[in-house]
């Protein structure tokens, strides 16, 4: 009992410490000391960090099948080529195998850094382009204006993502990320204002620009369709220490002054939605069945009324507890959906809805789809087969045929009296030998077997 | 046989001549059974096999109540109510009864040998109806044919457990019920008729041939002067009966009171009655006034009767006429307008050396058996002329009705052949006498004899190539499972390939229990029976909308396709190839049909058959050929990594020894499938569907 006990807490630590394995790889070790915080703010809520270089040579993301870490953090944008095992198709199979990654570049970032964006649906700027803003630069700036404020209204609505009480502006220091307009799955967690455009600065415009206004995405976020999570920011700065202690004033326009940048709050939010803190969703538990059983079926027949349950969990502090919202819908699918209803919230996180079954007989699905930003995409479905009804639960009598009833009854009645009639009428003339004559006319094949055997 | 009498002898040849025929009927079928093994044929089959198999285990209530949800994703099936289930209840009655016998007899081997059963039975009921229409010589000669005639063996042998197999039993009894109760004219006869009408009509949809010809006999009695109240008994019960009974069948439902194809045999029906009627007033009343009522009646019921058929057809309560019947009476409607019917192989017209091959020396004896049939008119016999020359026309329509068409050729040329071989053996046998008066007749008498004695050989002769010929082509044509094929190899010896049921075990055992399979019709009973799996669409075809939905995937191009997999739920995808072993009744040969009922409904509108053929029309899968062809799902799938492959000695990589021709398309890879599983020779070719891409488009 003890020893089972134990077990237990040493396998449910074992499974906690393994959410929490996290690779960090970056340029030169020094990034330790400049993005301190951030990384304080990440151990402080019990992510154990392994730092190493982008190209050391024992780079390993997974040993003999089993992946050894559940997160990745790319901040070193110098990088030309990873080191050891891990190269851009290794990165996309770990997000593929469910692992979320956390990429920070800025102006000088390689072609590595490109080729994951490419993967995940983004597209970065070219190299040494930067993010450039002459109506909202920071009075730090050293006049390339790419030291830009961004005002947290241009953050992505979703709380889940980036928390609710972004109120402070936010400095940006890096290029542009414009998004695949194919993909679905992209989010623009925070774009650039309309005056931004992205370029190098240092040259003069000649093209062009690859990003202009507020369709530069300065993070970038995608949700796999596995629910792996990659945040995507072209800003290294937008991480430091330097940016999150830093005091925020604008030169231009409104002249937004602030004594802290909304940085921190921000970053730690974004790696607390990335690295799966929050807005993680579960189905724990779906359960149909006809109003007024209790077993569930496969097998409805038309017209039948339904009780359908589903009970949604929500990851919160660790702990799965029941998930609260009034915007669930359910679907009673056979190709199109000839039913759509949102779900009653029973409190506690089920969900229930009642309905009628369509008049049509097939194979149906319920069908839940819960695709909220932000939020894992809930997608649970249940095969029924809608039957028609049996032989025996058609209505025995139809008032409307009661005429064809009538008319059937009456007929047997009077077949059967008739055959009384006929078979008992005496005739007028000598009985015995008319019935004679009325046989041998009537069959006459009988009377010859009867003459035979006889 | 010294010690019977020479009656008795002659029962005990009769008797084993028509025993003897019935169990060479039975073995002759044999043929597949020896040679592969005890397997249910073809596509139909498989789903009557897996329905018994169903019935044997649930019982028939829930046989009847059935709804299908492996069948026509998402739409399922009501099996109950859409199929004919004489078959299934039959062989489910046998099984039971030897099960009851303490014969621990296997469901499938039940199925495999009930087509040899029953025609074994057809023989026997062949050798009667014969009998009823001349002698039982004529009929011992009809059994003997029809027992051994390939026309109704291509239906029946081990292992084609189809509705054919025991509907042509059935329409024979109904036949000889029917002579019999025209004969006879009794109630019990009638009602038989009656009783073996609804067993034909739980059995097969081919009886409304059955329904048809009946009240057309009626009718030509009629016109011929020769009805009388024995016609008129037997023809009044057996529409009552016959009808309500048939009714019972909820596949068939209320359609005896309401299509068109019915509409024959209720208004023979009431013909009868008037006719019968007007005989009885005709005898009570004077010449004059029965022709005044009889002028005034006839006028208003026409008028009547038009007014109601015309009103009924307008509402919609008369059925219109539907597309299978449509074809039957023009060759050329099916092919025009109902794509999905002429794609049907057996739907096809009958090509003139296809009587030959099905019916050889009866083609010839036909003609001969009619004119004895006309020169002794009968009842009887005036039906047997109907029934030929309709079954005839029929036969030249579709090449499925060869089945109906072949029991009467026999039992004509059977009446042909006994009454030749009467009227000539009498010419030689008595051999003695004519010695005797050879004197006196002699031109006559010698040239008769020889004349007889050649005939008889020329007959002789004629009937053991007949019996050469059914053995041959029942062996080489009609024995072959289709499920496996075999072919020759150089040195002479026998290839297998069991490609089909290697595909559908590797279904069964490596897909998930729910898996929808999608393969174009064909192999959708196949799927279903022997892998246990979903299909989108089969055999039964009911649903053009559907089956067009799949048409679409198929010749689309793989995004298109992907969108409508999608929508079906699809999880793998099925394609028969025969490029590499040369197996011509493959996916692509089919494939012009698939675009063609693809492009008949609205959503399909985009695909256009024209797309897929050259400039110069020709439907090629060379470099030449069309881009829409070469870049389609069906050509990606078929030929997916094919180019690589040689096939054949002398012939660059990728050949295609079906369509005898380099593929065009060779470097190409698939976008939203993966290739699942290829069989050893290639003949089936599984795909599965990928899922949407994990990070997005």
């Not at chain 1, 609260?324 to 959906?337: G, M, S, Y």
Request: with cysteine.
């Amino acid at each position: 009992m003890k020893f089972s006990l134990i077990l237990g807490i040493t396998t449910c630590f074992s499974v906690a410490l393994a959410d929490q394995e996290t690779l960090v790889l970056v340029d030169n070790l020094n990034i330790r000391e400049t993005h301190s915080q951030f990384f304080k703010s990440l151990q402080d809520r019990g992510y154990s960090l392994t730092i190493k270089l982008a190209d050391d040579a024992n780079l390993l993301l997974s040993k003999y099948g089993e992946y050894l870490y559940k997160n990745l953090i790319i901040f070193a944008p110098s990088v030309v080529e990873f080191g050891g095992q891990i190269d851009t198709e290794i990165i996309t199979k770990f997000i593929d195998d469910g692992g979320n990654v956390l990429v920070a570049g800025n102006a000088a970032s390689g072609d590595v850094y490109r080729e994951i964006a490419t993967e995940c649906g983004f597209e970065m700027d070219e190299e040494s382009a930067a993010v450039i803003d002459h109506f909202n630069y920071d009075i730090l700036d050293d006049g390339d204006h790419t030291r830009i404020v961004v005002s947290p209204k241009n953050l992505i609505n979703a709380p889940t993502i980036v928390g609710m009480h972004n109120t402070q502006p936010i400095l940006f220091e890096g290029t542009g990320i414009i998004l695949d307009k194919e993909n679905s799955l992209v989010l623009p967690i925070l774009t650039a204002d309309s005056t931004a455009y992205s370029y190098n600065p240092k040259s003069q415009v000649k093209e062009y620009p690859h990003a202009v206004g507020k369709k530069t995405v300065l993070i970038a976020a995608l949700q796999a369709r596995n629910n792996a999570r990659i945040i995507y920011s072209g800003s290294l700065f937008f991480f430091s220490d330097e940016a999150f202690n830093s005091p925020v004033a604008k030169v231009q326009g409104d002249k937004v002054k602030s004594d802290l940048s909304g940085n921190k709050a921000l970053a730690v939010h974004l790696s607390e939605w990335a690295f799966g803190e929050r807005g993680q969703l579960r189905v724990r538990r779906v359960h149909h069945h006809r109003q007024g059983e209790k077993e569930s079926s496969n097998t409805y027949t038309i017209t039948d009324t339904v009780v359908y349950k589903i009970e949604i969990e929500e990851l919160k502090n660790g702990k799965w507890q029941p998930f609260e919202a009034n915007d669930v819908q359910l679907e009673f699918v056979r190709i199109d959906p000839f039913i759509r209803t949102t779900l009653r919230n029973k409190g506690n996180g089920v969900y229930e809805s009642i309905f009628k079954v369509p008049d049509v007989w097939g194979v149906y699905q319920f069908k839940v789809d819960y695709d909220r930003t932000g939020y894992t995409r809930l997608y649970h479905t249940t095969q029924v087969s809608v039957r028609p009804l049996q032989h025996t639960q058609y209505e025995r009598f139809i008032p409307s045929a009661y005429p064809y009833y009538v008319s059937a009854f009456s007929m047997m009645i009077g077949v059967f009296l008739f055959s009384f009639v006929f078979l008992y009428y005496k005739e007028d003339t000598p009985k015995s030998k008319m019935r004679c004559v009325y046989i041998f006319k009537l069959s006459p094949q009988h009377s010859d077997i009867q003459d035979g055997s006889v | 046989m010294p010690y019977l009498s020479s009656e008795k002898q002659l029962t005990f040849i009769k008797l084993a001549v028509l025993s003897m025929a019935a169990i060479l009927s039975f073995a002759t079928r044999l043929f597949s059974v020896l040679r592969f093994e005890s397997v249910i044929h073809e596509f139909d089959p498989y789903f009557n096999y897996r329905t018994t198999r169903y019935l044997t285990e649930e019982g028939f209530y829930k046989f009847h109540n059935w709804f299908d949800d492996q069948a026509w994703y998402p739409l399922g099936r009501i099996i109950g109510g859409t199929i004919y289930p004489g078959l299934m209840v039959t062989s489910a009655t046998l099984y039971n009864i030897m099960q009851f016998l303490n014969i621990t007899i296997d469901i499938r081997n039940v199925c495999v040998f009930l087509a040899p059963f029953f025609s074994s039975l057809t023989t026997i009921v062949t050798y009667l109806l014969t009998k009823e229409l001349k002698d039982e010589g004529a009929g011992l000669v009809a059994a003997a044919m029809i027992a051994i005639v390939p026309g109704y063996i291509s239906r029946s042998v081990a292992g084609s457990y189809d509705n054919e197999g025991i509907a042509i039993f059935c329409m024979l009894l109904t036949y000889y019920f029917w002579i019999k109760a025209v004969n006879t004219g009794t109630i019990l006869w009638a009602t038989m008729t009656a009783l073996a009408y609804f067993y034909m009509v739980s059995s097969w949809g081919g009886y409304v041939f059955l329904i048809n010809l009946i009240p057309l006999h009626v009718l030509a009695l009629m016109m011929l002067g020769r009805f009388s109240a024995r016609v008129y008994v037997a023809y009044s019960t057996l529409y009552c009966v016959g009808t309500i009974l048939s009714m019972q069948i909820s596949f068939v439902g209320f359609q005896p009171v309401q299509s068109s194809e019915h509409m024959l045999a209720l208004g023979t029906f009431g013909l009868c009655q008037l006719y019968a009627f007007a005989q009885y007033l005709r005898a009570h009343l004077s010449p004059a006034n029965f022709e005044l009522l009889f002028n005034t009646l006839v006028t208003t019921l026409l008028a009547t009767l038009g007014t109601a058929v015309v009103v009924l057809t307008v509402t919609g309560k008369i059925s219109p006429w539907t597309g299978r019947f449509y074809s039957l009476l023009d060759p050329s409607y099916a092919k025009n307008h109902i794509p999905i019917i002429a794609s049907v192989s057996e739907h096809q017209p009958t090509s003139w050396s296809s009587f030959y091959f099905d019916l050889q020396v009866l083609v010839f004896l036909f003609p001969a058996g009619l004119y004895f049939c006309f020169s002794k008119l009968t009842d009887a016999n005036i039906f047997i002329i109907l029934y030929g020359v309709l079954s005839i026309y029929f036969a030249g329509v579709m090449v499925r009705l060869m089945l109906v068409l072949a029991p009467v050729m026999c039992i004509v040329s059977g009446v042909a052949t006994s009454s030749l071989l009467s009227l000539h053996v009498k010419d030689i046998e008595p051999k003695v006498e004519k010695h005797d008066k050879k004197k006196k007749h002699e031109n006559n008498l010698v040239f008769r004899s020889e004349v007889g004695a050649l005939f008889v050989c020329v007959l002789g002769c004629l009937l053991t190539s007949y019996v050469f010929h059914c053995t041959w082509v029942t062996s080489e044509a009609y024995s072959s499972p289709s499920i496996v094929l075999s072919a020759r190899s150089n040195d002479g010896s026998r290839i297998i390939f069991d490609d089909f049921r290697e595909a559908y075990t590797w279904l069964k055992m490596n897909t998930p229990e729910d898996a929808k399979v999608m393969s174009w019709w064909d192999y959708g009973y196949q799927i279903t029976a022997m892998a246990n799996r979903t299909v989108i669409v089969d055999n039964n075809t009911w649903n053009n909308t559907h089956i067009s939905r799949v048409g679409q995937a198929m010749a689309s191009t793989e995004e298109r396709a992907y969108e409508i997999m999608r929508e079906l739920d699809v999880d793998y995808v099925l394609v028969i190839f025969g490029g590499l072993v040369g197996y011509s009744s493959d996916d692509i040969n089919k494939f012009l049909w698939m675009v063609r009922i693809g492009g008949s409904t609205d959503r399909g509108a985009h695909i256009r058959e024209s797309d897929y053929y050259t400039p110069a029309g020709e439907f090629r899968i060379d470099g030449d050929g069309s881009q829409t062809l070469l870049n389609c799902l069906m050509y990606k799938m078929s030929y997916y990594k094919f180019g690589q492959v040689y096939t054949e000695g002398g012939r660059p990589p990728g050949y295609d020894r079906v369509r005898a021709a380099e593929i065009g398309n060779k470097e190409f890879n698939l976008e939203v499938l993966e290739e699942a599983y290829t069989t050893d020779h290639w003949l089936v070719r599984i795909y599965k569907v990928k899922p949407l891409p994990n990070r997005g488009a």
